[in-house]
């Protein structure tokens, strides 16, 4: 129901566009991690999915469940509640093992979290956490690197200039692009695993960016991986 909601919403605030490797593959048990920007780009990422005729799990702040209404919605979804930095953290990933041992699909985002930035720009995905290679490694899942940009420009900053980005984003129609990548199978250390995984999604994101024109700083550990080698 969510994702069929946001792929009638979203549409009305920005144009959509999605694409994909030609190696992608979505199939059932597969882990789908997306760089995180704005609390709008999970709708973007649900649109984005439902276009490709996917429906994930996704692995959301537990916070979410408390807001009325929306927590019955998640529950029945399926979704799973990430309570960060407790003794309950792990309750997540088992929820998200469950839930592909059953077929579905999971989203997650494998920074935990939105990183501070300024201004409504893209910039490169932060550190990623291990959270990901652990339960693809637990599972022997696959890894479905995603790529999104724009969803900035729907909602980003203090809370007033997200709710101005929003009102008006119909009228502006920011450019939204989505880019799924071939899939990962993760082995050996998870720390290893999970640069690996980010490096991926970096590269979906500089995709995607490609497709709306957006300009992309290069990230420190890119700028490193460019310095020329001495022989």
């Known amino acids: 129901m969510l994702s069929r909601i946001a792929g009638t919403v979203v549409p009305a605030f920005g144009r959509l ?16 991690v997306a760089n995180h920007t704005s609390l709008a780009d999970p709708a973007v990422v649900l649109a984005a999915l439902h276009r490709l005729g996917v429906e994930p799990v996704v692995l959301a702040t537990a916070g979410l469940w408390r807001i009325p209404g929306l927590g019955r919605a998640l529950t029945h979804e399926g979704f799973v509640p990430v309570h960060r930095n407790g003794p309950r953290a792990s309750d997540a990933l088992a929820g998200a093992a469950d839930a592909l041992a059953a077929g579905r699909i999971v989203l997650m985002y494998g920074e935990g979290g939105i990183p501070p930035r300024k201004g409504s720009g893209e910039a490169p995905p932060a550190a990623f956490r291990t959270g990901v290679a652990r339960l693809a490694q637990l599972t022997g899942a696959p890894v479905s690197p ?11 900053g203090p809370w007033a200039k997200q709710l101005a980005g ?28 999970s640069a690996r995984v980010r490096e991926a999604v970096t590269v979906a994101w500089r995709t995607a960016a490609g497709h709306v024109g957006e300009l ?11 310095e020329p080698v001495a022989a």
């Open 166 to 193: 929003l009102v008006t984003a119909p009228v502006r129609r920011p450019a939204l692009h989505v880019h799924v990548g071939a899939p990962l199978r993760l082995t050996g250390d998870a720390s290893l695993a």
């Open 216 to 226: 992309c700083p290069i990230a420190p550990a890119e700028e490193t991986a460019r």
């Open 17 to 32: 566009t999605v694409t994909t490797d030609p190696e992608a593959r979505l199939v059932p048990g597969t882990v789908v």
């Open 146 to 156: 995603l790529g999104q940009v724009g969803a900035r420009r729907l909602s980003s």
